[in-house]
């Protein structure tokens, strides 16, 4: 059975920083591309970043770009997803999921990020 789970969420302030973890089991990991997508409150699912099976080639959405990084330890089977410099406006359930690129739904049971001061 494929399970993920992210971790790592909190109440952070402006222009704070957050590691969220995903634990991967159940699969490969290590050969599936991995996804980051977030569900803003009231919104829809929106996806956040991809990285291939080796974390040899990431992808990030423009409102992301240069302050969130994705990465990986195969090792481990898991996934990361490193916040910078985060604002009101990232505040979301965040997910990870199987699979590269948007159109990826959500893979586990999400943790929460909340930017306020």
């Known amino acids: 059975e494929v399970q993920l789970v992210e971790s790592g969420g909190g109440l952070v302030q402006p222009g704070g920083s957050l590691r969220l973890s995903c634990a991967a089991s159940?699969?490969?990991?290590?050969?599936?591309?991995m996804t980051w997508v977030r569900q803003p409150p009231g919104k829809g699912l929106e996806w956040v970043s991809s990285?291939?099976?080796?974390?040899?080639?990431?992808s990030y959405a423009s409102s992301v770009q240069g302050r969130f990084t994705i990465s990986r330890d195969n090792a481990k089977n898991t996934l990361y997803l490193h916040i910078n410099s985060l604002n009101p406006g990232d505040t979301a359930v965040y997910y990870c999921?199987?699979?590269w690129g948007p159109g990826i739904g959500p893979g586990g049971q999400g943790t929460q990020v909340t930017v306020s001061s």
């Open positions: 999921s199987k699979g």
């Open positions: 159940g699969f490969a990991f290590s050969t599936y591309p």
């Open positions: 990285i291939d099976s080796r974390g040899d080639r990431t």
